[in-house]
């Protein structure tokens, strides 16, 4: 409650892997969940003997004022899917960015490791309605989206180079159409957590690098004022 008494608790998932990140209140009181599960039904104990891989995918939960689940979805491709903020929409749904984590091939055998950046449209059902990714040819972390005021968003996190990573940012329109994407350094390292829009239009992004805390104030085209 307001003073910090529990007032109710629950716990989700049953599977070997499940990972809770983010959650948002719904208009009738009730909470949607964000987070990661395992969905290929594999247990602790064949992981264990064969060392077989999961399949980690992206998971919604909507539950009443009280925690009790009313829907539960997954989301996913295949590979490994790890998610990080969920955000209400205009339209009573929710939007949602992660990473995916790919594997490439060259000729027959396992080259590498590839992350990209996910966002998901689903309703307030859970449906989904549209989802993106985007591969800018450089492996990218999400950290954050934020809604903007023509109906888009924009997308925080940092993609790695072979020098270090530079701090990313990402506009989409409603559709999840890319409109532009900016790369940011005071550094070596540079990594955004987060991204709010203010009230003159502009994006203010909250990150870090290996100089320090890093705040940067952009106009609407993601351009130092």
């Known amino acids: 409650n307001a003073r910090g ?3 109710w608790q629950k ?38 003997e064969t060392g077989d891989l999961m399949r980690i995918d992206f998971w919604v ?8 689940m009313l829907w539960e979805k997954t989301y996913g491709d295949g590979g490994f899917d790890f998610v990080r903020k969920i955000k209400g929409t205009k339209d009573g749904g929710y939007v949602f960015v992660g990473t995916t984590q790919k594997d490439t091939y060259r000729n027959g055998l396992l080259t590498l490791k590839f992350n990209e950046m996910r966002i998901f449209k689903i309703d307030g059902n859970g449906n989904e309605q549209w989802s993106k990714s985007y591969d800018n040819g450089y492996p990218f972390y999400t950290n954050s989206v934020t809604l903007t ?12 180079k072979w020098h270090g990573s530079l701090l990313g940012l990402y506009k989409l329109d409603a559709n999840g159409e890319k409109v532009w994407e900016r790369q940011y350094s005071v550094g070596v ?18 990150g870090y690098s290996d100089v320090g805390q890093w705040l940067l104030k952009l106009n609407p085209l993601g351009k130092y004022e």
Do not use: C, K, P, W
């Not at 809770?20 to 264990?48: C, H, I, K, M, P």
């Not at 939960?61 to 009790?68: C, E, M």
């Open 189 to 206: 390292d540079n990594f955004g957590g987060d991204v709010l829009q203010t009230r003159d239009g502009g994006l203010v992004v909250a």
């Open 11 to 48: 716990s989700y998932g049953t599977t070997l892997y499940s990972l809770g990140n983010d959650v948002v209140e719904t208009a009738s009181g009730g909470f949607v969940l964000l987070g990661s599960t395992e969905t290929s039904g594999l247990s602790l104990q064949r992981y264990v």
């Open 149 to 160: 005021d023509d109906g888009g968003y924009a997308l925080t996190g940092y993609l790695e």
């Open 5 to 7: 008494h529990l007032e």
């Open 61 to 68: 939960i909507s539950t009443d004022a009280s925690g009790n």
